[in-house]
């Protein structure tokens, strides 16, 4: 009779633990986590798909592709176009994240820069990868690779190794000139 309480108890502590081990230990857990909190915030996730962007992409068609995002858009020049659309993520593809901000330059999509968070550099671009194929590498003036990816009517550019200090962690999705 012992045996069997014993028993008992062994197997509701494990599923009681088993939780918060998983939330806590991997890295699956820690993503799904990390997430969860940042919708409890009222943030959205976005599923972004890069080879659909192009940049005959207008304003009004982004906003019907993410109706419940609240982008705040203004003019604002950069050096990516005259007018820009941001809003705060909770994730991108599943992937912890900050925020997105779209740029355009005479009503058309120029360039998009996704903010994510520093530990899931590796988890983003094993992501990209997996979506676009391997990257192509190419040298910075720093001797820091930068990843690229075709995409759409554009290329994917992120950083290649760690990020320093004062690196933001972000990636950027570039038009095609033309």
């Known amino acids: 009779m012992e045996f069997k309480k014993l028993a008992k108890r062994i197997f509701w502590t494990g599923v009681l633990l088993f939780p918060f081990f998983w939330l806590v230990f991997t890295d699956e857990g820690q993503r799904f986590g990390d997430v969860l909190l940042l919708k409890l915030t009222g943030r959205e996730e976005v599923r972004i798909n890069f080879d659909e962007l ?85 040298s910075r003036t720093d001797d820091d690779g930068v990843y690229q990816w075709r995409a759409g009517g554009g290329i994917v550019v992120m950083p290649q190794e760690k990020l320093g200090k004062n690196d933001e962690p972000a990636l950027l999705w570039l038009a095609k000139a033309g």
């Open 54 to 138: 192009y940049p005959s992409i207008t304003e009004p068609q982004l906003r019907q592709v993410w109706p419940d995002l609240e982008f705040e858009c203004r003019d604002q020049a950069s050096a990516f176009g005259s007018r820009l659309c941001a809003t705060d993520i909770a994730a991108f593809n599943k992937i912890p994240s900050r925020y997105v901000t779209f740029f355009f330059a005479d009503e058309r999509l120029r360039a998009m820069k996704i903010g994510y968070q520093r530990a899931y550099h590796g988890a983003i671009t094993n992501h990209l990868d997996g979506m676009l194929g391997a990257a192509m590498v190419s």
